[in-house]
């Protein structure tokens, strides 16, 4: 059971409890993106049991006709293995989803998986036409060619600022200079993707720059942020017809994600602590 400390950030621990969760979140016309939370397995029967823990939950997503899709991580579906190993489950995961009309998200994690993720994604997109997305990290300066050569790709890109420690000599370290960068990118999308973009971020600028940019050149976007983050502002937007979704991480292994937000944010503890004393 996840104390209720914990509880602001994650949905539960069972995909009932994160079900329940996208239920209310759809009654405020916000869609859910579902994630079972678990990364960095080197054992391929670890990779196996989350991927097949995907398949159902992409079921229980199409039997409750929920406005829901899914997001996973390489390493979760065996990127630690090998390429081969994540390539088959991704297809596996993407190949399923298609069927049920269930879209599915690949998260980026460090740096030394871009190119595997890359490729695989790209390869999976291009044959199949699409039935899944693919975040970029704009603190990465390899970033816009990437962009660039997925841009007549069909699927979708979620733009997000990067959670990772990079090294100076590949990544822009600086925070002003994301944000800077961050806005540039999100420019040349709105320019040269037909398919819709997706934003990853609660900053308040970077949504309005987006809303301007949509004025400007009519491409669609959605706006993703995290369960427990601005979730005032995910519903203000959804109200006034912003396509919204809401990451919901859920699962077992929910300790090591609250502590990364609690790390990341100091006031997410205060605000955890607030959220259970009210
Ligand atoms: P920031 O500039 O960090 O914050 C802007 C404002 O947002 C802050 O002032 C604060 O008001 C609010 N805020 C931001 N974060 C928090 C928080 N944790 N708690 C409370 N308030 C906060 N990164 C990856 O590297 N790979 C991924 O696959 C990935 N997927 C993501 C998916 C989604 C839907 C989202 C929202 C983020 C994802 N990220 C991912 C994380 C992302 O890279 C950033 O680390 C994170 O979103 C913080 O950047 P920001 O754009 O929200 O803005």
């Given at each position: 059971m996840i104390p209720p400390i914990a509880s602001k950030f994650v949905a539960?621990?069972?995909?009932?409890?994160?079900?329940?969760?996208?239920?209310?979140?759809?009654?405020?016309?916000?869609?859910?993106?579902?994630?079972?939370?678990?990364?960095?397995?080197?054992?391929?029967?670890?990779?196996?049991?989350?991927t097949n823990a995907y398949v159902e939950l992409i079921d229980d997503i199409a039997a409750s006709d929920l406005d829901a899709c899914i997001s996973v991580k390489p390493s979760q579906i065996g990127l630690g293995v090998d390429e081969k190993t994540f390539e088959?489950?991704?297809?596996?995961?993407?190949?399923?989803g298609a069927n049920r009309?269930?879209?599915?998200w690949v998260d980026m994690e460090d740096h030394t998986t871009t190119d595997a993720t890359l490729d695989a994604y790209e390869a999976l997109v291009?044959?199949?036409?699409?039935?899944?997305?693919?975040?970029?990290?704009?603190?990465?300066?390899?970033?816009?060619?990437?962009?660039?050569?997925?841009?007549?790709a069909p699927g979708k890109i979620r733009l997000v600022k990067g959670a990772y420690d990079e090294p100076d000599e590949i990544a822009y370290t600086d925070k002003d200079r994301v944000d800077d960068v961050y806005r540039d990118l999100l420019e040349y999308m709105f320019e040269s993707?037909?398919?819709?973009?997706?934003?990853?971020?609660?900053?308040?600028?970077?949504?309005?720059?987006?809303?301007?940019?949509?004025?400007?050149?009519?491409?669609?976007?959605?706006?993703?942020?995290?369960?427990?983050v601005r979730t005032d502002t995910q519903y203000e937007l959804a109200a006034r017809g912003?396509?919204?979704?809401?990451?919901?991480?859920?699962?077992?292994?929910?300790?090591?994600?609250?502590?990364?937000?609690?790390?990341?944010?100091?006031?997410?503890?205060?605000?955890?602590?607030?959220?259970i004393l009210n």
């Open positions: 539960g621990e069972t995909s009932a409890e994160v079900l329940e969760h996208t239920r209310t979140l759809n009654e405020r016309e916000v869609a859910g993106i579902l994630n079972l939370l678990g990364e960095h397995y080197d054992d391929p029967s670890d990779a196996a049991a989350d088959r489950n991704l297809i596996e995961i993407v190949d399923y009309g269930v879209f599915v291009r044959r199949h036409g699409g039935g899944a997305g693919l975040c970029l990290q704009a603190n990465l300066k390899r970033t816009r060619e990437d962009l660039e050569r997925l841009a007549d993707f037909d398919d819709g973009i997706a934003i990853g971020s609660h900053d308040p600028d970077v949504i309005a720059h987006a809303r301007e940019l949509h004025r400007t050149h009519g491409t669609p976007y959605e706006i993703q942020m995290l369960t427990g912003v396509d919204v979704y809401q990451y919901v991480p859920y699962g077992p292994n929910w300790f090591s994600y609250f502590y990364r937000r609690v790390r990341e944010r100091k006031e997410n503890l205060a605000f955890a602590l607030r959220a």
